[in-house]
């Protein structure tokens, strides 16, 4: 069964490298110095290709699928704002392995976004969580 640790993570510096979207746009593949990162961690002993889409009300506004080599991490992507245009702020983070297991986290973009996880756990259950301040 294939799996992966996934996560949005603020704050946090990482070289940057090309990207595949447009400068400007709400997120941005590839490592870079974002608010909030996209990212697959892969703890375990196999490769894991894990699609990331991040939804903005019923739009997609990024969808890429990743594969991450064994025990490694890799920022896939950045949500570039801390604030986002008309009251609604949120985003929700979607995360899909290939076994068709599936997570999401909806969160209001801002300064005060920590962290959105998504994880596996002992019994390869892929779960969710988010934290703010």
Not at 53 to 75: F, G, L, N, P, W
Request: proline letters at 2%; a negative charge; glycine letters at 6%.
């Amino acid at each position: 069964m294939t799996t992966a640790v996934i996560g949005v993570f603020a704050g946090c510096n990482e070289s940057t490298s090309p990207k595949t979207t447009v400068s400007g746009s709400l997120v941005e593949s590839g490592a870079g110095d974002y608010p909030h990162k996209i990212r697959i961690d892969n703890s375990l002993d196999h490769d894991v290709t894990v699609t990331v889409t991040v939804k903005r009300d019923s739009s997609k506004v990024y969808q890429e699928t990743h594969t991450v080599a064994a025990q490694m991490s890799r920022t896939v992507a950045g949500i570039t704002k801390t604030r986002l245009a008309g009251n609604d702020q949120s985003v929700t983070v979607i995360a899909k392995d290939t076994t068709g297991q599936s997570t999401e986290i909806t969160a209001s973009v801002s300064n005060c976004l920590g962290n959105i996880i998504f994880f596996f756990n002992s019994d390869e259950e892929l779960n969710s969580t988010y934290a703010i301040c």
